[in-house]
């Protein structure tokens, strides 16, 4: 009777684990398969005295997934969100396991705010911060924590595409 209910229990852990390895699979197949689908255009943008090489976000599915499942962003790189029209914007770190600052850029392409944020990781349960523009803005520019103020970027100054 003893040996039966420890192959029981054995057998139940056994389909526990395959039950629980097929439920957490596909979302990490989805995850990978989603970054391999999106792709972003590259560009050389300048700021004050810095050029900088961004990723440019520019449909609704490329600012849902941003910078999330990185571990490493270079110098001098970033991320660049643009939207259709100037508008209030508000950003989180989903997924997102880099520290980042923000810029917020009006239509003008003048910054109007500037945001240190904190990374996020994978075991959080409750809801990342959020990040809201002080003024409506038409981009957001995300490079590494401390970037603007190491390279003096402040508010006022103004993106220019190169």
């Known amino acids: 009777m003893v040996l039966r209910l420890k ?10 684990f395959i039950f629980s390895f097929s439920i957490l699979m596909p979302s990490g ?6 970054q391999q689908s999106i792709h972003f255009d590259k560009q050389d943008i ?4 810095k050029k900088i090489r961004v990723e440019i976000a520019k449909t609704e599915q490329e600012h849902q997934y941003g910078l999330m499942n990185r571990n490493v962003l270079a110098d001098d790189q970033g991320m660049l969100f643009i939207f259709e029209n100037e508008q209030p914007l508000s950003f989180w770190m989903k997924n997102t396991y ?6 917020y850029i ?3 392409k003048v910054i109007i705010d500037i945001q240190e944020m904190k990374a996020t990781n994978p075991m959080m349960t409750a ?6 523009s002080k003024k409506p803005g ?3 520019l995300e490079m590494n924590r401390g970037w603007f103020k190491k390279n003096k970027i402040n ?3 103004k993106l220019i595409f190169l």
């Open 98 to 103: 880099i520290d980042l600052a923000i810029a």
């Open 155 to 157: 508010k006022g100054q």
């Open 138 to 140: 038409m981009y957001a």
């Open 29 to 34: 197949l989805l995850a990978d398969e989603q």
């Open 46 to 49: 300048k700021i004050g005295k």
């Open 127 to 132: 809801p990342p911060a959020s990040y809201p």
């Open 106 to 108: 009006d239509k003008n």
């Open 7 to 16: 192959s029981l229990i054995v057998i139940s852990l056994i389909y526990s």
